[in-house]
């Protein structure tokens, strides 16, 4: 299996997992409705608790928003550096060429993305390990319990980071040391596909 091919694994493995996460939003937005309505209607929130337990106070609702929101997050931070979503100098990136934009990046991936996604992991892992061990609930008095379960999203998400970070620089190596270019690579990461550089927008000296 070449540097390409494992790079498209991974990557159809974080798109996956990404996919996966996003049905988080649909419980996240059913939940937050209920809470802003109960909260206008408090004889509605008042009665689901007296006849279907306290899972309907308001408290809770708003600490089960926040922890779907932390799943959807955690799970596609992968998938937007895949995408070329994330935050960049744009004032000075727009005047790289295509060849050194991806040296930058994959150097970047070496010595900065990939190393700090790891260090993240591993305390993340800790953090969520000493939770569990102490069986951490919510500072609230009326919170949700089992703290940990939700934590266990933050390795996750960091490590699925470092995934994408890996798919990458694989992909940048097949392009700086191996002759891959944007016409002979079937591959659709954003170092290959870089949105600004189509012809039309930018102009084809920018695609060297």
Partial sequence: MNAMETSNKLRNFI???AKLGTWALAPLVVITMWDVIARKFVFI??????????IFESTLLQELEWHLH???????????????RHVRVDFL?????????TSIEFWGNIFFLLPFTLCCTYFSFVYMVDSFVINEVSASLVGLSHRWIIKCFLPLGF???FLAGMSVMLQLFTVLYQ???KSNTKAKLMVVDWPEDS???????YDR
């Fill in 93 to 101: 990136r727009e005047h790289f060429h295509f060849r050194t934009k």
């Fill in 159 to 161: 490590f699925l980071m």
């Fill in 70 to 84: 932390t799943i959807v997050f955690c799970l596609v931070l992968g998938y937007g550096y895949l995408h070329n």
């Fill in 179 to 181: 002759g891959a270019t």
């Fill in 45 to 54: 929130q008042i009665y689901m608790v007296a006849n279907f337990g306290r």
């Fill in 199 to 205: 012809i039309g927008q930018r102009g084809s000296k």
């Fill in 15 to 17: 798109e996956s997992i």
